[in-house]
């Protein structure tokens, strides 16, 4: 009698899907092989939600081209399914894994948030705080730790009585957003800088003075700022440097400017860098990570309602390609999640 071989069936998901660097009007929802607990430290995680942010569009895409060195994959993407930010629950967990255990509600990194389920390590998951939603939690990773590491770490701010002037360009963008609240926690003067139809969510946020930048030129206002985060924008360094105090400090977090495949912005903040050897003004570039004290420290501070996500939009996971484009587009006030 001949023996039939047996083979363990596929366990299929709906993802996201990119072969190759592309649109993300190319991004396509199929169908791929749900992942498995594969090492000690993994944790797998049904998802229900995950954020987009700018950084998205560099991963999608592969452009300006040094992002691929940052470990996505040179001449393809290393992971065919995208997304970075996600909030999900727990169903699974290696055998080393003494902080979450099935069932837990969760929230930081991993790749490929844009599927139904994804891998991660417990060093990069907290718990998600109460009263926060997923959608709510998947925007916090990359957004809210790159206002913190930029405030905190590059700018120096700390809490304090002495009430430091700080303005916060792009106040109503994906960092800017959570960098007035971040601020304003760290008891600073905060003024945003956003467009005229953003002013109300800026002010929701904390904001102390308000600048529309269609009228007013921050540069040519005659005030001096201890800290300015620039998160938007392609404002001259020159510029910049009229609205700082003697001894200010300029973070730059994001520099978007459309078109070229080397740079597109980035020069702007190598050549910070580099002047500020020769100036006692510090003007510094901010590389961000999601790590996992700070995810911590957002946390708390959502839980204590210091701290709240701006969530502009929702898009379901099949429109996650249209959610990449909206963010991209520029008008979105505070943050955009994809619920899956």
Known sequence: MKTVPTTTPRTLMKAIVQDDYCSPDLLRLGEVERPAIAGDDDVLLRVQAAGIDQGVWHSVTGLPYPVRFAGIGLRRPKSRVPGLDVAGRVEAVGRNVTRFQPGDEVFGTCDGAFAEYARTTQDRLVPRPPGLSPEQAACLPTSGCAALQGLRDA???????????????GAAGAVGSFAVQLAKSMD???????????????????????????????????RRYDLILDTGGHR???????????????????????????????????????????????????????????????????????VTPALDRTFPLAETAAAIQYVRGGQVRGKVAVSV
């Open 155 to 169: 700018g120096g701010l700390r809490p304090g009585p002495s009430g430091p002037r700080v303005l916060v360009i």
């Open 188 to 222: 600073a003067h905060v003024t945003g800088v956003c467009s005229g139809a953003k002013t109300d969510l800026v002010r929701t946020l904390g904001a102390d003075e308000i600048i529309d930048y269609g009228v007013e030129d921050v540069t040519r206002t005659g």
């Open 236 to 306: 001259k360094l020159s510029h910049l440097r009229r609205a700082l105090t003697p001894r200010g400090t300029l973070v730059i977090v994001g520099s978007e400017c459309r078109g070229g495949r080397w740079l597109q912005g980035t020069d702007r903040q190598l050549r910070a860098a580099l002047w500020s050897t020769f100036i006692r003004q510090n003007l510094r570039p901010l590389l961000s990570a999601a790590r996992q004290d700070d995810l911590r420290e957002l946390a708390d501070l959502a839980a204590a309602g210091r």
